[in-house]
């Protein structure tokens, strides 16, 4: 399983000039007359780091895509999901120590080594992330696009950016199975596109939370979806108080069903159970 460090304290981002690696103020980083932001790259502020695992929220894809290019919200995206890790460079490649498995060097290579992503490629991934997931209706009907679109993750997913392992797999007749593993976030991005478009997966955005999750067919639309259980109980204890707050404000339940897009059984329901 593919897992991904996030800094606990956070990223900040650096000049690349700066040898001091003093922390840039957010406004003072400019774009460039091409109009790209540049010259800086991500740190983080303390060597400590949780892990999760982003494959876990096939929807990442689309949250990234939506970053807003600027150093704020590619800043707020890594604090949340970790940084890209395409680019990294070794403080002194002398330093590494051996490891016996390839999985533990790369453990600690992410969270040791200095020098993350640099803004150019933070912006250069978003938008072309958001030029293709925008053409994405259109590549089905139109096998040159389709061809041109796995090329680009082809080539995104070519050399070390993912790795093949094989797992412990009781299901497996053999006892292990392949998988495939990412050496990057950047990299389990673009896999997770390629896997989304390969697969005609389709997406909807929680209600609640603003999460983009996978739907399984048939496509129902209901009028509101959710990623969770969770996420649903917590909209239906929202719309229960709002309606009970309405109904005391001397609303009738026609009303508040109209304004809470609820039935309004439903609301006579709640307001009656309130008033017992
Ligand atoms: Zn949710």
């Known amino acids: 399983m593919f897992e991904w460090p996030v800094a606990a ?10 040898s001091e690696e003093n922390k840039l103020d957010l406004d003072s980083i400019q774009k460039d007359r091409h109009g790209s932001w540049h010259g800086c790259h991500l740190d983080a502020n303390t060597r400590v780091f949780r892990w999760y695992h982003p494959l876990q929220d096939p929807g990442l894809f689309l949250t990234f895509a939506e970053t807003p290019v600027t150093p704020k919200g590619m800043l707020e995206f890594a604090n949340q999901y970790g940084h890209l890790g395409s680019h990294i460079a070794p403080d002194d490649p ?12 790369e453990r600690y290579v992410q969270t040791k080594m200095r020098r993350y992503d640099p803004i150019y490629i933070w912006q250069k991934s978003i938008t072309e992330m958001r030029r293709w997931i925008k053409q994405w ?42 998988s495939i593993k990412p050496t990057s976030l950047l990299a389990a991005l673009w896999f997770q596109l390629g896997e989304a478009v390969a697969c005609n997966k389709k997406f909807e ?6 999460k983009w999750f996978e ?12 990623c969770s259980e969770a996420c649903r109980s917590r909209a239906y204890r929202e719309r229960r108080e709002k309606a009970i707050n309405l109904a005391a404000d001397g609303k009738s339940a026609s009303e508040i069903a109209g304004i809470l897009g609820s039935d309004e059984a439903s609301v006579k329901g709640w307001i009656n159970l309130k008033e017992k």
């Not at 002398?94 to 533990?104: H, L």
């Not at 955005?205 to 603003?210: D, L, P, R, S």
């Open 9 to 18: 304290d956070g990223y900040y981002w650096v000049s690349n000039a700066d």
């Open 94 to 105: 002398d330093t590494i120590p051996n490891f016996d498995s390839a999985e533990e060097k």
């Open 137 to 178: 209706d259109h590549l089905a009907k139109d096998s040159s696009r389709l061809k041109s679109f796995f090329g680009d993750i082809n080539s995104k997913l070519a050399h070390d950016a993912c790795r093949v392992i094989f797992l412990p797999n009781r299901r497996s007749h053999g006892g292990y199975s392949h």
């Open 205 to 210: 955005k929680c209600v609640t939370c603003a």
């Open 215 to 226: 739907i399984a067919p048939p496509f129902v639309r209901n009028s509101r979806q959710y």
